[in-house]
Structure formats: C-alpha cells, structure tokens
C-alpha cells in the first residue's frame, strides 16, 4: 500500500537537532585486498560520565553560510560566530563569539568585556570549588568537570583565545590574569580524573602552552613551568602516537572528535617547543585525512565510538556539528550549510600557519565513482572496532563491526554502529536503525531499573551488523537480562524522502539521489509518539520488540532504476528487490540465530550471532568466505593505505603522492 494510501501518521515533533602500496605486499596486505574485493569493484568509562554538548545555550542564527574557497568559508564562519546571541556566561559556549568579534572588529571593546567577564567568572568558579592551591580536599565532586574543579572546554577556550589575541595593543591585561590564575588552579603532574581523550588534550595541551608562555608559572601541585612543560609533554606525545598507529576513541563522534581536533591544533600553531609543534601538526594531518576520507560533499559519514542524542546521527549541512564544519571549511560542500555547533570547529576558521596538505582535498572530493574505504579503531585488548563506509556520487553508507564483551560493555552507551546518509536539499537525509539500550550499562543501578538511554543515542551490545558494499544486515540476540530491546528506526518527513511505499514486509523509499529498501524479519509496527525530542526534526519511527530479531538495509543509486517520475523509478527498484526471495536460510531460534541475503548487485551475506565475550571465528561471511577482521590495516581505500600500528602512511591521488613516516615522523612527496 501506498504510504499516500495509508492513514497518515503523525510526525513527531522534535526540539533538538586502487592503489598498491609502494612498499612490497605483505600477507596481511593479500588478505585485505581479498576481502575488499569480495564486496567491492574496486581493488582495493567512570560512572557519571555525561558530558553535555557544547554550545546548547547558544542562540544561534539559523543562517546559511557559504564560500568557495578556503579563506572564503572561513571568513564566513568567523561572521556567523560574531553574530551568535550569548545565553550564558562561561567561555565554552561564548569563547567563539567574542573572538569573531574581534577578529572582524565588531565592537573589540565590548567583547572584551564580556571576555574579561567570562575570564573572571570561570576563575572565581573553580576557585570556589578548589579553595585554591591550598585545599580542595573536602570539595565533593558531581561531574566530571567538577571533578577537575573546572570546566576543561572554558580553560582551553580561554588558553586557546588568548594565544591567537596576545600580540594586540588593546589586548586586557585582565584576560591573561584570570586565564593565567585559572591554570595556577590546575594539576599537572599526573593525570587524574575523567578519562575522555577531549579532556586529556584540552588541559594537558593547555597546561603546555601556558608554562611555555609563563616561565614563572607555578601550579597546584606545586610544579613549575618546567615541571609542567615535561609532565604534559610526555604525555601529549604519547596521545600523538597512539592516534596516528591506532585511531581514537572518540573517532567520528561529531563534537567529541572536533574538540581533539581543535587541541591538536593549538598546538600545532603554537607550541614552541618544536617536537610537540610538529608531532601535533603531523597527528591532525592524520585526524584530518579521516575526515577526508568520510566526506561526501558537505556529509560527513562515519561510524563514531561517541555519539550523543539523534542531532549526533542528523548531521548535514543544515545541522553541521564540529566536525562537519571542520570538514566543510577544507572540503567544501554542494550548497550553504547551517554550523549548529561553531565552539570547536570555529579554531579552524581563525587566522593561523596550519593547512592540511592539497591531497586531502582531492582525497575527500574524488566521488565520480563508488568507493569503498575500510578503517579501525585498534585499543587492545578491549576494542577492536572495524568501519566500513561506501560512498557513492549520491550517498553513502557506514557501519562498524565491533565484539562486546558483555551487556555492561562501556561502548554500548555512546557508540553509534550505522548510517546512511544521501545527499539532499532537505535536512535529516539520514536513515539508521537503532536500538535500546541502558544509560549507564557499567552502573549496576541504571541496569537492574532498565533505564533507557536517550532517543538516538548509545547501541544496544546484543546488536550486529555486516556491510557488503550498499547493504547492510543486523541481527540481535538480546539477553533476557538485559532490560531494553527494540529496534527503532526513525523515517525522515522533512521531504529528504521523496516516496515511501510498503510491500510484502518491506519499507521501500526514494530520496533523490538514493533508493533504499529496509525490513525486519521479526514484525514491526509504527509508533509516531514512540519518543518525541528533537529542533527542525520530524520523523515516523518503525519498532520491532523483539529480543531476537534481523533486519536487512538495501541501497541503490537512483541511476540504475532512472527515468519517468519517482514512483516510476521506485517502482522498479521494488520490483528488483521483490523478483525472487532474498532473505535465505532463516534460523533465528536457534542457540546461535543465522541468516542469509541475497543482495541486488549479486553478493551473499550471511551473518551468525557472535555471543558477547567470545572470540569472533568468522561469524560473518560474503559469498561463502568469512571476514577476517583481523586482517583490516588501519585505513585503506583506492588512494590511502596504513596497517595497525604502521609507521608508514601513503596517499596517493592521480599524479600527487604523500608518505608519512611516524617512526621519524616525517612526511615527503
């Protein structure tokens, strides 16, 4: 039946938003390109740990913003920054406006002001909370940036800010006192506290750059700036190491990824000491080539180890978080775009010496064709996450293969598994399937009360997922001591989807530039008042609740199935899916649950529950032969390679090549 046909549902109403490695071919690199080419043309944490998004008490302008260059788009961003509307007062979610400010020369002193207000406050703040350098000991911490005694975004915005400021005449000598006693404040010898990678390199990365400014610096564990300047710096380094040989855990989340980012950069432009400046330079080369390597014209498409509420899965140019606009103001976009979150990706549009190499550019924009590109995120022995992103010249597709050990897994509570997303002039071009799951699942109290986290947000640990090129399938096995269970998928109403029909069991829709088929095996149902959060988002949410259940994704480029009007081109793409029976072998009862499908473009998946805890042993196949995960160097696509833990990083792109080298930590043509 025709969803036109259908007794309408009401929308819910939201308020929130081929190369060969120049080095001789290993085994390892065989294996890799074998897998590949089974799906692809081509040869190829602590208990209260919720951090809040960034820049929710901002007003922002609602505008798009545009530009064709470089300079042009952050010119641009600097302009929409200056024009925020301040609902609060601390410098995380005002830093950003009072610097556009004065970079453009919109009212300095008034800015100032307000920046020198800000300074004061957030000093005075944690003061309060520290009782200085001399106590401390009696405060009772109920977050993690109370747990520092201060807000690690207001000390690197404050740091960062003032670095970029410093050499003005009518710079306030207030702004560098408070910003200077705020980092007396600060504990630098040993790292203690909330573990996110974010607040590691916002207070170690600020505590460097401010020993190096203030010689005479003595801070709260009565280190000098010496001390400071040895103690952060071992361990800034050994963050740039682990990031360029193993990927981040905070790779692909839309806020979280673009603060490291944002850290890395300060450093880059402004560490003296010049190891830490050029490891940090080379380390956001490296974060910046993944963004490149996710991009699709103004999207970004990424599986991400961190990804807070629906607006962290909706990202598009109208709802470009830091990330997003981090890569839009290097890689451009096919039409103006709305940064909802400027905080973070706001440093890359200030003035500074950083430029990302031209190769990246053509490594992010190279979509004529389809493209498949593998990634890792390797921390042994707990994780060990695989991604898979195809793009095409009118969508892409990701998902992350990646074992839990149990239903109290940490990963599970922000972990993002799989997105489609396709390019669009309406906002929420976005599909992806998800499913309950616990708050806090390493909290024995948010467990046994089953208490949900929210909509869009976390992965349930029972879920699975196998990508061959555009097709996805899940399957999910959930524990009956596990509390949550349904699958949700929220369909977009914001004329991102131009037809949406039904048919035998499966849900099939065109976007545009994308056709796509989505079914469970189980049955499912509507459920419009299903969850209701979310600024300038409206969607039908489908649910399954079942414990054990599978579901298959299909996609297509509109291309093969063109011509005639969209209901035309949907109805032949139905008509493709429906000509024989595509999901084979059924055994979901069963110990271990199984399935098989038959996708469009000819390849076999069959996809086998892996308990939690145990040892994947090819669980998962394509065309009879099992994935060996294993076998993933660390990035890989038609013009970037690096294996696990490899020094050696080459991209290459028509007649232009890069190498790094992160033993010597060099890069050459």
């Not at 406050?121 to 200085?132: C, I, P, R």
């Not at 050994?238 to 905070?250: A, K, L, P, S």
């Not at 149990?406 to 906002?427: C, F, T, V």
Request: proline share 6%; with cysteine.
């Amino acid at each position: 039946m025709k969803i036109n046909e259908m007794k309408r549902i009401k929308p819910m109403n939201h308020t929130f938003k081929s190369f060969a490695p120049a080095s001789s071919t290993s085994w390892l690199l065989c294996a890799m390109l074998a897998l590949i080419c089974l799906c692809s043309p081509f040869p190829l944490l602590a208990a209260s740990d919720l951090e809040p998004l960034v820049n929710l008490s901002v007003a922002g302008t609602g505008q798009h913003i545009a530009g064709n260059t470089v300079a042009e788009r952050q010119q641009a961003l600097l302009k929409y920054c200056s024009e925020l509307k301040p609902r609060t007062k601390t410098p995380k979610e005002t830093i950003d406006i009072f610097l556009a400010q004065v970079l453009l020369n919109q009212d300095s002193a008034g800015a100032y002001r307000q920046w020198e207000a800000a300074a004061k406050l957030t000093f005075d703040q944690a003061s309060q909370k520290l009782g200085g350098r001399q106590g401390g000991n009696n405060y009772k911490a109920v977050s993690p940036a109370d747990g520092l005694g201060m807000e690690p975004f207001d000390e690197f915005g404050l740091v960062y800010a003032w670095m970029i400021c410093r050499d003005r005449a009518d710079f306030p000598p207030n702004i560098v006192r408070y910003t200077r006693q705020l980092l007396e404040l600060c504990h630098h010898r040993e790292w203690k506290g909330y573990d996110a990678l974010n607040y590691r390199l916002m207070m170690d990365g600020s505590g460097f750059i401010a020993a190096e400014q203030w010689p005479d610096l003595v801070d709260a564990d009565g280190l000098n700036a010496a001390g400071i300047k040895v103690a952060t710096k071992s361990r800034l380094l050994g963050y740039f190491d682990d990031i360029v040989h193993h990927n981040y855990h905070e790779y692909g989340a839309t806020a979280y990824a673009g603060v490291d980012m944002g850290c890395v950069k300060m450093l880059a432009e402004y560490a003296g000491d010049a190891e830490v400046r050029h490891r940090a330079e080379l380390t956001l080369d490296w974060m910046l080539l993944n963004v490149a390597c996710a991009w699709n014209q103004g999207y970004f498409v990424s599986p991400a180890g961190r990804a807070k509420y629906l607006g962290a899965t909706v990202t598009s140019p109208d709802d470009l978080d830091s990330v997003g606009g981090i890569g839009w103001i290097y890689f451009g976009a096919l039409r103006p775009v709305i940064p909802t979150a400027p905080f973070h990706s706001f440093w890359f549009a200030c003035p500074g010496r950083y430029h990302p190499p031209e190769i990246f550019n053509a490594v992010a924009n190279d979509r004529k064709t389809a493209v498949v590109h593998l990634g890792v995120f390797s921390k042994p022995p707990k994780r060990e996450e695989r991604m898979t992103i195809y793009h095409t010249p009118g969508y892409s597709l990701a998902s992350e293969w990646n074992p839990m050990d149990g239903p109290r897994d940490a990963a599970a509570k922000e972990n993002r598994r799989q997105m489609l997303k396709w390019i669009s002039d309406k906002p929420f071009s976005t599909f992806s399937p998800m499913q309950d799951n616990v708050t806090r699942p390493y909290v024995a109290a948010d467990m046994n009360a089953g208490k949900a986290n929210a909509f869009g947000y976390g992965e349930n640990p029972y879920s699975q997922v196998l990508q061959c090129q555009g097709t996805l399938v899940g399957l999910t096995d959930v524990d009956r001591v596990y509390p949550l269970y349904k699958l949700y998928v929220p369909f977009s109403t914001t004329g991102a989807i131009l037809r949406r029909e039904e048919k035998d069991g499966w849900i099939f829709c065109h976007g545009g530039s994308v056709l796509f088929a989505f079914r469970t095996l189980k049955p499912s149902h509507w459920e419009p008042a299903y969850h209701a959060q979310a600024p300038g988002l409206q969607a039908d949410v489908l649910v399954s609740a079942e414990r054990i259940n599978g579901w298959v994704l299909e996609t297509s480029p509109v291309a093969a199935y063109a011509g005639g009007s969209p209901e035309q081109e949907l109805s032949r793409f139905m008509a493709a899916n429906l000509d024989k029976p595509r999901v084979q072998d059924v055994h979901l009862e069963g110990a271990r649950p199984h399935f098989e499908y038959q996708s469009l473009n000819g390849h076999k998946l069959g996809i086998t529950f892996c308990p939690l805890g145990e040892k994947y042993a090819g669980q998962h196949q394509i065309d009879g032969r099992s994935v060996d995960y294993a076998a993933w160097p660390l990035l890989s696509n038609p013009w970037v390679f690096q294996s696990i833990n490899g020094d050696r990083l080459e991209i290459h792109h028509g007649e232009s090549s890069l190498v790094y080298n992160f033993k010597d930590w060099s890069k050459q043509p």
